[in-house]
T-cell receptor, first 113, second 114 residues
Framework: KAGVTQTPRYLIKTRGQQVTLSCSPI?????VSWYQQTPGQGLQFLFE???????NKGNFPGRFSGRQFSNSRSEMNVSTLELGDSALYLC????????????FGPGTRLTVL | AQSVTQLDSQVPVFEEAPVELRCNYS??????LFWYVQYPNQGLQLLLK??????LVKGINGFEAEFNKSQTSFHLRKPSVHISDTAEYFC????????????FGQGTRLTINP
């Protein structure tokens, strides 16, 4: 089975712009979770989608949003970028029927200038 | 809420020496436990997991971990490390019922010296 894929792998944006990141889960997985990784804050949960519905949300401002499509692919959007949004954004997928092992993609490295 | 503490931010060891990376967790409900490894410029790779059953779990690359409920610990061990084990290691927990949200420790950077 192919693993979790994320596109793009690297992204450079300027403050005030918006960005969309994409994640394709492992075939058969219906849950997609997003995490932000920074040197200062470590790995933090953003949100989780299951069957096109946001099921859980972390403590991030409303500028961070996401969605999931009927084929389980997910996108994450960040509007009005700030310098502090520079991070590695990781997507993870799982079957999602209950707490389950999450498998991670390679991440998207976002740099905000 | 759950929390995870990785007691060492950096662990230097010599090649072929044994290593233990320590992880303690706090939770008022039962949890599942995981160790992930992150190589430079890559995502997280699952090393091993504890869901239930035997408290000693074996993972990939010769790693193993022991779940100790009374001490709320899940330490990772390897009897003999290789240069290729140089990476960052993350301990994580998830509630066994409820939100699909991994809570991670701050990570331990393992450096193998020849």
């Amino acid at each position: 089975k192919a693993g979790v894929t994320q596109t793009p792998r690297y992204l450079i944006k300027t403050r005030g712009q918006q960005v969309t990141l994409s994640c394709s889960p492992i075939s058969g997985h219906r849950s997609v979770s997003w995490y932000q990784q920074t040197p200062g804050q470590g790995l933090q949960f953003l949100f989780e989608y299951f069957s096109e519905t946001q099921r859980n949300k972390g403590n991030f401002p409303g500028r961070f949003s996401g969605r999931q499509f009927s084929n389980s692919r997910s996108e994450m959007n960040v509007s009005t970028l700030e310098l502090g949004d520079s991070a590695l954004y990781l997507c993870a997928s799982s079957y999602g029927q209950g707490p389950d092992t999450q498998y991670f993609g390679p991440g998207t490295r976002l740099t905000v200038l | 809420a759950q929390s995870v503490t990785q007691l060492d931010s950096q662990v230097p060891v010599f090649e072929e020496a044994p290593v233990e990376l320590r992880c303690n967790y706090s939770s008022s409900v039962s949890v599942y436990l995981f160790w992930y490894v992150q190589y430079p410029n890559q995502g997280l790779q699952l090393l091993l997991k504890y869901l239930s059953g035997s408290t000693l779990v074996k993972g990939i690359n010769g790693f193993e971990a022991e779940f100790n409920k009374s001490q709320t610990s899940f330490h990772l061990r390897k009897p003999s490390v290789h240069i290729s084990d140089t990476a960052e290691y993350f301990c994580a927990v998830i509630r066994s019922q409820g939100a699909q949200k991994l809570v991670f420790g701050q990570g331990t950077r393992l450096t193998i010296n020849p």
